[in-house]
Structures are given as structure tokens and as C-alpha cells.
């Protein structure tokens, strides 16, 4: 079965770093986009970052400059290292994988989310 298990969140101050990682199975990793995407408390979920199997980013422009998304295709995982976190930047982080079939029909997966908390 598909499995997407993030790890790497915790309890950061502000201004430090933290680096979230995500582990990819029973999916062909090479051909999806994966992405990070966050849920504050009460808020809808927001994009992060993405990355296509080609290597092209986009980032939320609230994270530019301070967040990079990466992948490594040998071991099917995905990375977001976090710089100059804010308190804003408190959610839990979500990975994504997404491709479109050849059907034209929107493929996706969910991990389970890691809590990342930004506080003094």
C-alpha cells in the first residue's frame, strides 16, 4: 500500500531550523510531484513548497528565501529544511505526493502529519 511517513517535527525558538523529512512508499516515486503543505489550528491547509520529478520548485511566498524543498530519488523521500523559523510557521506539516494519470484524473496522497511548533 502507498505509505508517505513524515518525521523531523518538534519544538523550535524562532529563528532556529528544523528539517522535515518524508519517506515515499508503493508509489513510483520518480514520476510524482511531491510537496509540503501546513494546517494551522483553525486555518484551512496552505501550500509550502513543491518539487516536480524534474527538479522544479515553487514555494508559498510567505517561505521564500528561507525554506528549500528537495528530493532524492534513491531513497524515495522528500525534504523541507526549514530556516529563520517563525511563529507563524507553527502547524502540523503534511507530505504530498500528486501526478495526473492518463486519464487526466488527479492522483494524491496524504502523510499523516508532523507537528512543527515555533515558540520562545
Known amino acids: 500500500q502507498v505509505q508517505l511517513v513524515e518525521s523531523g517535527g518538534g519544538l523550535v525558538q524562532p529563528g532556529g531550523s528544523l528539517r522535515l523529512s518524508c519517506a515515499a512508499s508503493g508509489i513510483n516515486f520518480s514520476i510524482y510531484t511531491m510537496g509540503w503543505y501546513r494546517q494551522a489550528p483553525g486555518k484551512q491547509r496552505e501550500l509550502v513548497a513543491t518539487?516536480?520529478?524534474?527538479?522544479?520548485?515553487n514555494y508559498a511566498d510567505s517561505v521564500k528565501g528561507r525554506f528549500t524543498i528537495s528530493r532524492d530519488s534513491a531513497k524515495n523521500a522528500v525534504y523541507l529544511q526549514m530556516n529563520s523559523l517563525k511563529p507563524e510557521g507553527t502547524a502540523v506539516y503534511y507530505c504530498?505526493?500528486?501526478?495526473?494519470?492518463?486519464?487526466?484524473?488527479?492522483?494524491?496522497?496524504w502523510g499523516q502529519g508532523t507537528q512543527v511548533t515555533v515558540s520562545s
Open positions: 504530498n505526493a500528486r501526478r495526473i494519470n492518463i486519464v487526466g484524473q488527479t492522483v494524491e496522497y
Open positions: 518539487i516536480t520529478s524534474g527538479g522544479r520548485t
